[in-house]
C-alpha cells in the first residue's frame, strides 16, 4: 500500500536553493517519488532567533515504506549532506521533517507522527498550505489552511 506522506525541507547554511534540490532528488531516488512541491519560503528562525534565516519548502511523495524506514532514509540524506546535530534549534544544511504518513497517528520515543509542531510553526503551515490545504490533521480534525488560519505563530514566512 502505498502513502500520502509530508515532508518539510529547511536549511540555512551553504546554499540553500540547492540544499533543498539535493535533498528533494536523495528522498526522490531513496524513498518514493515527489507527487508535489510548494514555494520556497524564506522564514524568520524559530526556537533560537541568532541565526540566517531559513529556506523552507514542503513536499509531498508517496511510498509503500513504513513511517520507521521513512526516518531512517531521511535521516540517512541528512547526514550524507554533512548534517551535524550540535545544538537544538541551530544551524543546519539540512533538515527533514516527516509531517503527516497518510492518516497513521504514531506516538513512540523516536517517532511522533503527525509532527507536533505543525500547528505552532508557520513555517511549516505555509508550505504545507501549497500543497495540501485540504489535508486534515489525523488528530486535531482540522485542514491544514485551518491550523495556518489560527495559528498563534507570528514570525515571518515569505513566498519566494
Request: charged fraction near 25%; charge should be negative; proline fraction near 8%.
Amino acid at each position: 500500500m502505498n502513502y500520502r506522506i509530508f515532508l518539510l525541507l529547511g536549511t540555512n547554511e551553504g546554499d540553500p536553493l540547492q540544499n533543498l534540490a539535493c535533498a528533494m532528488e536523495n528522498i526522490a531516488q531513496l524513498a518514493g517519488p515527489v507527487l508535489a512541491k510548494s514555494a520556497v519560503y524564506r522564514t524568520a528562525p524559530w526556537g533560537k532567533q541568532d541565526q540566517a534565516d531559513f529556506h523552507n519548502q514542503a513536499i509531498e511523495i508517496t511510498s509503500s515504506e513504513t513511517p520507521e524506514r521513512i526516518l531512517e532514509i531521511i535521516l540517512k540524506i541528512e547526514m550524507d549532506m554533512g548534517r551535524v546535530r550540535q545544538e537544538k534549534w541551530g544551524p543546519r544544511i539540512i533538515d527533514i521533517d516527516l509531517l503527516f504518513f497518510g492518516d497513521c497517528v504514531i506516538n513512540e520515543r523516536h517517532l511522533t507522527v503527525p509532527h507536533p509542531g505543525i500547528p505552532v510553526r508557520r513555517f511549516v503551515l505555509a508550505p504545507l498550505a501549497d500543497i495540501a490545504p485540504d489535508f486534515v490533521h489525523p488528530v486535531l480534525k482540522k485542514s491544514v489552511r485551518q491550523l495556518l488560519e489560527e495559528s498563534p505563530d507570528t514570525l515571518s514566512a515569505t513566498r519566494l
